[in-house]
């Protein structure tokens, strides 16, 4: 049966990849097929629908609570007025003879206080149950504000306090643990460049001095609010540069690039896999589902690629390197670069394997192929990092945002795969699931009933010294070109060292005669004067 022929394919057609709202931007399976500009929209339109509804819930709830309120004060006047002059006599001779006590051990002014203290405080239990719904519409202003939004200066200067008596009990050495090695050469490269900028870089350093104080306070905002506040910033950031600086359009762009790397890098160990997320269920659920389908071949998913090809291997080996390395990287524009290089690889594999340019339909197979091959860690924190806290103009228009959007296609695809994706039996589909048996071996016994068991393992035997023998022959081709490049480096370094000598030839020159000792007896130099004789003087 010809595969090929009557398998499908996977085929995903470009309308499919943009922004289901039309706006030509390419759309995210994060955020429910939008682009990042209309997602935003839509979030804030939600948004603010359910803030209507917990402020019409709030000021139902004060309602009820003032209602409730005053009819009990009506009850309790009605039931106490019979016993109103017996509790206020016992009231003051209570507090006659209390006084009378405290005079002896205490001044009359602390008396007179202690007394105003006293009266003061039924008072204020009475205002307790009139404040409650104020406390409930203050807590809602507080939850709905804008993240993005400065604090006012009693707020900030009460976070910088507490901020200053947190670090006065921390440890100093963890301090210095904190900032690493990576953290501090970002933030010099970041200064480096924004001093070419002159006075719109001191308002980009402003702003990003601004926007990391004020995420230092709001780390118990959930993580897509503190999405929420890095988009607004980016924009707020490029209006800023365009509109009072004016700034032009391409130089706007590096330096988004800058204040991404420089504020990602700061807040990574903060929003990277968060533990208020599932994000980390997620990717132990999709690396177990890709281990579970390691039996799936190129094949099956009908990849245009030949691994036989020594070259395609090279780029299919450095595709998934690039996929992994994606898990390093701090900035969400490296792991974007990381996937982009990926899909280039595949793309390249693709044209050597076909000797044509590869087409979309080419690509996406390939790349599902090239996860389930490489199975990178933590794939789902990464996709969702990028989603959350890349500049959206990246993902929005470009080859960057068509590669990681034609990834995100590939996972969703992974995690729904079935027997009729690769055009399966059900039954073929659960065998394979389970382990029970795998697409290579099945092929190899794909036998009559009739046939003996000598004969099937004859057949077993003739395969497997088939592949042994083709195994023996490229271990051979590749020791005899190693030798050959042992001949060659050989016979290139003699060369080189016969060169050598004749350009600069060795002089052996004969050995010089030792000197002979002055006080010797030498005959060939007579000419010297006699050795000096020992004289006494008598004295």
């Known amino acids: ?152 200066p009693s707020e900030a200067l009460a976070g910088k306090l507490k901020a200053e008596i947190q670090e006065a009990k921390a440890p100093s050495p963890s301090i210095h643990r904190q900032a690493s090695i990576e953290t501090d050469r970002v933030s010099k490269e970041f200064i480096e460049f924004i001093r070419t900028y002159q006075k719109p870089g001191q308002d980009i350093y402003k702003q990003c001095k601004l926007f990391l104080d004020t995420m230092s306070h709001k780390r118990d905002l959930s993580i897509e609010e503190q999405s929420e506040c890095a988009q607004d910033f980016y924009q707020n950031v490029a209006d800023r540069l365009q509109t009072r600086w004016k700034v032009p359009p391409e130089k706007v762009e590096k330096a988004m690039d800058e204040v991404e790397k420089y504020i990602m890098t700061r807040q990574y160990k903060y929003v990277f896999c968060p533990e208020t997320t599932d994000d980390e269920k997620k990717d132990l659920a999709v690396q177990k589902r890709i281990r579970a389908l390691h039996w799936v071949t190129p094949q099956m998913l009908c990849v245009p690629v030949s691994e036989e090809i020594p070259e395609v291997s090279d780029m299919v080996v450095k595709a998934i390197t690039d996929i992994i390395e994606m898990d390093s990287k701090r900035v969400p524009r490296d792991k974007l670069a990381c996937i982009t290089k990926c899909s280039k690889h595949i793309f390249n594999a693709i044209k050597i394997t076909k000797n044509e340019p590869a087409s979309a339909d080419d690509f996406l197979p390939t790349l599902i192929y090239i996860v389930l091959k490489g199975n990178p860690p933590r794939l789902q924190s990464n996709i969702q990092y990028i989603t959350r806290f890349c500049n959206p103009s990246r993902l929005m228009t470009g080859e960057d945002g068509y590669y990681f959007t034609n990834l995100c296609c590939a996972v969703a695809f992974i995690e729904k795969l079935d027997a009729q994706s690769l055009n399966l039996s059900q039954e073929d589909f659960d065998r394979f699931m389970t382990g029970q048996t795998s697409p290579k071996k099945q092929e190899s016994d794909s036998f009559s009933p009739d046939v003996c068991l000598g004969v099937k393992q004859m057949c077993k035997s003739l395969d497997l010294l088939s592949q042994l023998n083709e195994r023996q022959e490229r271990i051979v081709s590749e020791a005899k070109k190693l030798e050959k490049d042992l001949i060659d480096w050989t016979d290139g370094i003699t060369k080189e060292v016969e060169d050598i000598v004749e350009k600069y030839p060795l002089e052996i020159k004969p050995k010089s005669q030792a000197l002979a000792a002055i006080d010797s007896e030498n005959v060939e130099n007579d000419k010297l004067p006699p050795p000096l004789q020992p004289q006494v003087y008598a004295g």
């Open 1 to 152: 049966m010809n595969l090929k022929s009557e398998r499908r394919g996977i085929h995903v057609d470009q309308s499919e990849l943009l922004c289901k709202k039309g706006c030509g931007y390419y759309g995210n399976p994060a955020w429910q097929g939008f682009c990042s500009k209309c997602w935003r929209e839509e979030y804030h339109k939600a948004r603010q629908k359910q803030i209507q509804e917990d402020w019409e819930l709030a000021e139902r709830l004060q309602r009820e609570e003032e209602e409730a309120y005053a009819s009990s004060q009506s009850t309790q006047g009605a039931q106490s007025l019979t016993f109103s002059k017996f509790e206020e006599k016992k009231t003051n001779e209570k507090t006659r003879k209390v006084t009378t006590v405290k005079k002896f051990f205490t001044a009359s002014s602390r008396a007179g206080a202690k007394k105003a203290a006293q009266e003061k405080t039924p008072k204020q239990g009475q205002l307790g149950r009139e404040r409650n719904a104020d406390n409930i519409l203050r807590d809602l202003k507080e939850i709905f504000t804008p993240s993005w939004e400065v604090a006012s």
